[in-house]
């Protein structure tokens, strides 16, 4: 007989920012996120039951255990993920416009010898070409 149990936490909060400064309008955001991770199992393996009317409910009366037959395992595993996160948004007269995010998260997983975090970075930059006369003239 064995049993597995498997179940998963998840916390995520964010704060964004926005403010209005003439032409320019600028959104901020950041945040947190964890997560965890937790496998638990175990189990029992054993034979030649005195009767089959018990089956593994009663699986002290199999005679596998005293010879020395039967198995036993159990097991726990947790793994936890944690994020930190931030972007930055940038809109010029609804012509320019420029992001830029970052991220950081560790893991339990990443091992001991490592720094146990990666950092994770992005910028983008476009312009709406239908906008550019109007803003560039005025």
């Known amino acids: 007989r064995d049993q597995r149990r ?5 916390l995520e909060s964010y704060l964004s920012y926005s403010r209005n400064l ?21 189990g ?14 009663d699986i002290e009366s199999a005679l ?3 010879n020395g037959l039967s198995a036993a395992y159990s097991n726990r595993s947790e793994r936890r993920l ?6 930055l948004k940038l809109n010029y007269k609804e012509t320019y416009f420029f992001s830029t ?8 997983t990443f091992g001991i010898d490592n720094k146990r975090a990666g950092f994770f970075c992005s ?16």
Do not use: M
């Not at 320019?24 to 199992?41: H, K, M, R």
């Not at 944690?82 to 972007?87: K, S």
């Not at 910028?123 to 005025?138: I, L, T």
């Open 82 to 87: 944690v994020g930190f996160f931030g972007r």
């Open 6 to 10: 498997r179940y998963f936490d998840l």
């Open 101 to 108: 995010s970052y991220r950081s998260e560790g893991s339990t």
């Open 123 to 138: 910028q983008r930059r476009g312009r709406h070409c239908k906008n550019c006369r109007s803003a560039d003239v005025q």
């Open 44 to 57: 029992v393996s054993a034979g030649n039951f005195i009767s089959d009317f018990f089956t593994y409910d």
């Open 22 to 42: 003439g032409d320019l309008n600028a959104t901020l955001l950041g945040g947190y996120s964890f997560q965890q991770f937790v496998d638990e199992d175990f």
């Open 64 to 66: 596998d255990i005293p």
